[in-house]
Structure formats: structure tokens, C-alpha cells
């Protein structure tokens, strides 16, 4: 009786203790998360009196809006092709990296230091970077003689600025995680690979490589996550200021923010939060499941 | 020597010096953007068209820092950067720190579930929920608030599990143990047992919150627009909108925005570089 007593008092203790913290999440997060896709039902304008339930019209007329269309066709791209790129290259520089060193720690830190500085000052610098008349890109071109390009002004352009921009924010990010991997490889390993008389070139294809699968995996799932939600060097770098007079490019965060923000359309945009997260979700899915494997084989 | 030991000690020098090569020019490119930045910070307006473009200022001036404080209030902007990344540290410290330990150190009906709730919360982009928020937030009258800058950044998934995960790795259930046989309460052990030794864990949550409540943006973009509420962010795009060719000003505000978070990556970069790559790969 006295044992079950302390018990239960200990579980009073514990839920009392977690109360508040739970009660911000119930209230930030998962009210608001559940709230999302009912919100995805309704025809939910902010300045409208009425708003009735409309099933999955926002789903269906959402499929057939051009904008929607080109939001996600600009946002898989810019992702895969942030992702694939700046994973290619941080692979190579983490193996070079990889003797440790001062040498090795400096260039770290180097190389980290764009995961870590904030994204609108540092759209701002690029843009700056991008200018068509004065920028230090276009400068450089112009030394090679090709002529200047309308690196932000011209859509379909403005999406790979937005990718350079990305791979140099993401890279250090995925080659630390690289390093982590490739230096927890047993020396062993490379040392018998080399006592075959494989080159270095063979060692990385036949050894490392497959030893760090799983890391690239994981790299490669989590940094497409991230870009799936990109917004922030969208909205600073090519949205309507003098310098940059054309259209936005458009992507999905991007294209939620304008629906709901600027035309009030609160279901509607709810509608493509929902499509956001789902399309999150299944990038998460397929990386427990390599994980699942991972653990049984 | 042998001249084939001789020729193959040349030619790992060649292979060293050919890999510093490509790590520099890739650390050139990382660096380039930040020292443009700060280059043009300082240069007159002159310069600052100059063609070709000169690299660093001549007659390096303070006029640009000046003109921005002339121009926008930056000053505020700043102070409520500050006040918001601490507040949001400070709550995501104490939050983390509490329900780490308990879900690390104690069993009671429900904890797997309110713990995979945690993480999974984790998972949904912030973005796919900002708009219940705001409408709650609307109704609430709290739109043009702190308090509504603050909210989403009280919590951190990522924080409640690295503590969950230091407490249950590093402090022995002994330790708890002998407190509890010499008749501590519950509360004294979490005090004076558990938060001595979470130091580790509890500094890597404070600098990931800075960190990304420093860099906030789409949330106060919605939730504020009286030019008094607006942190660095929100700040330098309204400025970008107004004076969207005065580089000299805007670089000057840029780096002012940059600057704590270089200060802090330098002084703690093993630090972060560390947990981040670990805390990685654990997923």
C-alpha cells in the first residue's frame, strides 16, 4: 500500500513537471497542426463572415492551379538540385579533410561558417554578389569574357542563383556529418585495402563509400527536407525592390505565405501546408525505414 | 635515400600541396560572400560602383554604419533581437532541461507517448502550422506583441531529446538513488543532482535556441508590423524594400546582423560543430 502510494505520488510528481512544458506544445504545435488540416477543409477566408465546409475542393482546386504547378516544380528542383550538388561535393573535401590536424580544424570551421550565419543579411550579400551592374559575379564573367547575366531578373535564371546561394549555405553542414562518418571508418580497412595495392581513387569508390551509405542517406533525406521548406532568400532576394522587379520565384512556402497572408485565403493555403508536410513525412518515412533495415541486416 | 623512396616522398608532397589547394579555394568561396560584406560595409558610395570593382575600401569610412542608424531605427532592431533570442534560450534551457531529465529517468503510464509526440512534432516544417497559429494569435489580440515573437521558440524538440539523451548516458540511476535513501524529495535531486550534471547538454540547447531564434524570420514577418517590434531580420527587409540600392547601408547592416553569430561560432566551434554532427547521425 505504502509502495504503491510512493509510486503514484512519484507519477504526480512527473506529470506535474511536464504539465507546463506539454501545455506549450499543446498550444504552439500540435493544436495548431491539427487545426491545419481541418482548416484545409474549409473555405476559410480571414475577412469572411461565413465559411463553410467545402471537403477536399481546396485539394482539387489546388491540382489545378498553375501557381501551385510551378511552386512545386521550382521546389523539387531547387531541392534536388541543392541537395544532390552540394552532397557530391562535400563528399570528396570530407574525405581530403579527413587527416586530422589544425589544418583540417581550420578549414572546418571555414567551411561551417555559412550553416551558422543568418539567412537574411546573408541574402542580402548575395544579392548584392548577383547584381547585374555592379555585382562581383557578373565582374568575374565579364574577365572570362562572357557577358553579364540577369542572375535574379530572369525566373528560370533566378532559381539556380538560388541554388548556388543554397549549396554554399548547406555544404558545411553535410561535410562535418561526412567527416564524422569517414572517421569512424576502422583504419583497418583502408590499410588492407592498400596492402592489395588499391589506388586512392579505388579506396574511396570500394571502401568508403560504401561504408558511409547509410550517412549519405541520412544526409541526403534530412538536407531535402530542409529545402523543401526554403522561403527566406526567396522572399529577400528576388521579391519586388527596385534592384530585383521581377516576379518571385515561386516555391511552395512561398506561394503559402502570398495565399494566406496577402489574399487571405487561409484554406486554401492550408490545404498546400498540408501537401508540405505530407511530402516531409514521406522523405522522413523512407529514412526510418533505411534505418530499420539498417538495424536487421 | 633511394631515389625511389626519394621520388615517392615528392610525390606526397605534390599530393599535399595539390589537397590544400582545392580545400583553400573552396574555403575562398565559403568566405567570399562574408568578406564582400564587409568590404563594401566600409566603402563610400564612389567605391562602391567603381568598376572594375576594387576589393577593399581606400579610404575605408564609417558613413554607411552612421547612415543606417540615421535611416531605420537598427539600435531597436537590434535590442529586440537580443531580448527575443534570450528569452527564447532561457525558456528552451528550462523547458529542455526539465522534461529530458524526466523522460530519461522515470517511468510513469503515458511516457513513450508524450515523448514521440515531442519528436514528432519535430518533424512537421513549421511553416505547414504558422497560419492556426496566427489566426489563434489574432483572436487573442496579441499580433504586434513579444509575447507573439516569442511563443513558437519556447520549446525545442531537438533540445528535449539531447538532454533526455545526456541525462540517461552520463548520470548513473545510483547517484539519484543515494539522494533519495538520504530522504531528498524529488525536486531536490532534479535541483541539485540532475541540472549540476546536464552542464554539457544544457550549453549546446542554449546555443542552438540563440542561434535559431537569432535567425527568426517568416514568424515575426507575420505576426508584427510596427517598425518597433521588428527584430534584425524582419528589420533589414523593410530597409532592403526602401533603400533597396544603397548597398554601402545595407551591407553595414547585414554584418551588424551576422556579427553576435560569428562571435559565437568562433568562441564555442568545436562545441557546435560537434553536437550538430553527432546529434546528426543519431538522427
Known amino acids: 500500500m505504502t509502495r504503491l502510494g510512493r509510486r503514484a505520488r512519484l507519477w504526480v510528481w512527473c506529470y506535474a513537471m511536464l504539465l507546463p512544458v506539454m501545455a506549450i506544445y499543446a498550444y504552439v504545435r500540435i493544436v495548431p497542426i491539427g487545426r491545419s488540416v481541418q482548416l484545409s477543409l474549409f473555405d476559410w477566408k480571414l475577412i469572411a463572415r461565413v465559411r463553410p465546409y467545402v471537403g477536399f475542393d481546396n485539394y482539387v482546386r489546388m491540382l489545378g492551379d498553375e501557381n501551385f504547378h510551378i511552386a512545386i516544380w521550382n521546389t523539387t528542383v531547387y531541392s534536388l538540385s541543392t541537395v544532390l550538388l552540394s552532397t557530391v561535393i562535400a563528399l570528396p573535401l570530407a574525405v581530403l579533410m579527413a587527416r586530422p590536424g589544425r589544418a583540417s580544424a581550420v578549414y572546418q570551421t571555414i567551411y561551417f561558417l555559412p550553416v551558422i550565419t543568418p539567412l537574411v543579411p546573408m541574402s542580402i550579400a548575395w544579392k548584392w554578389i548577383y547584381d547585374y551592374n555592379y555585382g562581383i559575379l557578373n565582374y568575374a564573367l565579364s574577365l572570362v569574357g562572357i557577358p553579364p547575366v540577369a542572375w535574379l531578373t530572369d525566373a528560370h535564371i533566378a532559381l539556380w542563383a538560388l541554388v548556388i546561394m543554397g549549396v554554399w549555405k548547406v555544404l558545411g553542414y553535410n561535410l562535418v556529418i561526412f567527416l564524422v562518418g569517414i572517421r569512424n571508418i576502422p583504419a583497418s580497412y583502408l590499410e588492407a585495402a592498400s596492402l592489395d595495392g588499391a589506388s586512392e581513387l579505388q579506396k574511396f569508390w570500394r571502401v568508403t563509400l560504401p561504408l558511409l551509405r547509410p550517412i549519405v542517406l541520412f544526409v541526403l533525406v534530412t538536407s531535402t527536407i530542409n529545402a523543401f521548406n526554403v522561403f527566406t532568400q526567396v522572399y529577400v532576394m528576388t521579391l519586388g525592390s527596385q534592384a530585383a522587379p521581377g516576379q518571385a520565384v515561386r516555391v511552395l512556402v512561398y506561394d503559402i505565405y502570398q495565399n494566406a497572408f496577402q489574399y487571405f485565403r487561409m484554406g486554401y493555403a492550408s490545404a498546400e501546408a498540408v501537401t508540405l508536410t505530407l511530402i516531409v513525412l514521406g522523405f522522413t518515412l523512407i529514412q526510418f525505414r533505411s534505418f530499420r533495415e539498417q538495424e536487421t541486416t | ?283
Open chain 2, 1 to 283: 635515400m633511394s631515389p625511389a623512396r626519394r621520388r615517392r616522398r615528392l610525390r606526397s608532397r605534390v599530393t599535399a600541396v595539390l589537397v590544400h589547394g582545392v580545400l583553400s579555394l573552396g574555403a575562398v568561396f565559403m568566405l567570399l560572400p562574408m568578406i564582400w560584406m564587409l568590404a563594401t560595409s566600409f566603402k563610400l558610395p564612389g567605391e562602391i560602383a567603381a568598376w572594375p570593382p576594387r576589393w577593399f575600401p581606400a579610404q575605408p569610412t564609417l558613413s554607411n554604419y552612421s547612415g543606417l542608424f540615421e535611416a531605420a531605427p537598427f539600435v531597436r532592431f537590434f535590442v529586440n533581437s537580443v531580448f527575443i533570442s534570450v528569452a527564447s534560450t532561457i525558456s528552451c534551457v528550462i523547458t529542455s532541461m526539465i522534461a529530458g531529465a524526466v523522460f530519461a529517468k522515470y517511468r510513469f503510464p503515458g511516457r513513450t507517448v508524450l515523448f514521440t509526440l515531442v519528436l514528432a512534432t519535430a518533424i512537421v516544417p513549421f511553416e505547414a502550422y504558422m497560419i492556426p497559429l496566427y489566426i489563434e494569435l489574432v483572436r487573442i489580440h496579441w499580433i504586434n506583441t513579444y509575447q507573439a515573437i516569442i511563443l513558437p521558440t519556447l520549446v525545442m524538440s531537438f533540445g528535449i531529446f539531447l538532454v533526455r539523451q545526456h541525462v540517461a548516458s552520463a548520470i548513473p540511476d545510483e547517484l539519484m538513488e543515494a539522494a533519495r535513501v538520504d530522504g531528498a524529495s524529488e525536486w531536490w535531486t532534479f535541483r541539485r543532482v540532475l541540472v549540476p550534471l546536464s552542464g554539457n547538454a544544457i550549453s549546446a540547447v542554449g546555443i542552438f535556441a540563440f542561434i535559431q531564434a537569432w535567425a527568426a524570420f517568416i514568424w515575426p514577418l507575420l505576426v508584427v508590423n510596427n517598425q518597433l517590434l521588428f527584430n534584425t531580420e524582419v528589420g533589414l527587409t523593410a530597409f532592403q524594400f526602401r533603400f533597396s540600392t544603397d548597398y554601402g547601408k545595407l551591407m553595414a547592416g547585414s554584418t551588424l546582423s551576422t556579427l553576435p553569430m560569428l562571435v559565437v561560432f568562433l568562441l564555442l566551434r568545436r562545441r557546435i560543430i560537434e553536437n550538430m554532427a553527432l546529434t546528426g547521425i543519431k538522427g
